[in-house]
């Protein structure tokens, strides 16, 4: 029997990763997450997890972060060890979220160099390869929103600051040898803007 588990309702402040979940059956919602390394990050085996109606707020690295893990395909009981599943990450939603201001928090400085290609900070990253094995599909990421507040005046030392340069690489990163493979990756419904490199390192329309 499968005992669902609900991670909801809380305030994560200075927190290197504010959820990280390695488990299935679970559910991410209402939680605030503010001047963070990673927001909300599932992988090594998250099935059937949803990430929605939360807040992060000033990441440094990634709002929400969908991994592959360590790669093994499911074993049968022997030697007196239980049987082990499939290890993947597949059946995940990623809804109705906000990322704020990323690329703004204490430790943006270490991450974020303008010029430079790469992906930090990137709003949703999205990884699914592990020893050659695809470990992420059928996700659904609908309705999330990214905002920041340097185009409309930040308060510094008391004073309003305009900063319309983003602070990010991208809004979505996807690494390119899971993209190729993932047949069962839907967006619908998402504001995303453009960071320094663009929207997205693959193609969104899918």
């Not at 990756?185 to 693959?202: D, Y």
Request: net charge negative; aromatic share 6%.
């Amino acid at each position: 029997m499968v005992t669902p588990l609900l991670v909801d309702g809380n305030s994560i402040v200075h927190a290197a990763q504010g959820v990280d979940v390695h488990a299935d059956f679970v559910t991410v919602s209402r939680n605030e997450i503010s001047v963070c390394h990673s927001g909300i990050k599932t992988m090594h085996g998250g099935r059937h997890v949803m990430i929605v109606n939360n807040l992060v707020d000033r990441a440094d690295d990634e709002g929400i972060y969908l991994g592959a893990g360590n790669a093994h395909h499911a074993e049968p009981a022997r030697e007196g060890k239980p049987a082990k599943p499939e290890n993947t990450n597949h059946g995940c939603l990623v809804a109705k979220n906000i990322i704020t201001d990323l690329g703004r928090g204490l430790e943006a400085w270490a991450l974020w160099k303008p010029g430079v290609p790469g992906n930090s900070p990137v709003g949703i990253k999205i990884a699914g390869i592990s020893n050659g094995q695809l470990l992420r599909d059928d996700l659904v990421i609908s309705g999330n929103l990214i905002y920041d507040s340097g185009p409309d005046g930040l308060m510094e030392d008391g004073q309003v600051i305009f900063d319309r340069q983003p602070h990010f690489k991208y809004a979505v990163w996807i690494e390119p040898e899971a993209a190729a493979q993932m047949k069962h990756l839907r967006f619908s419904g998402n504001l995303f803007p453009p960071g320094e490199l663009g929207v997205s390192n693959v193609e969104l329309n899918r």
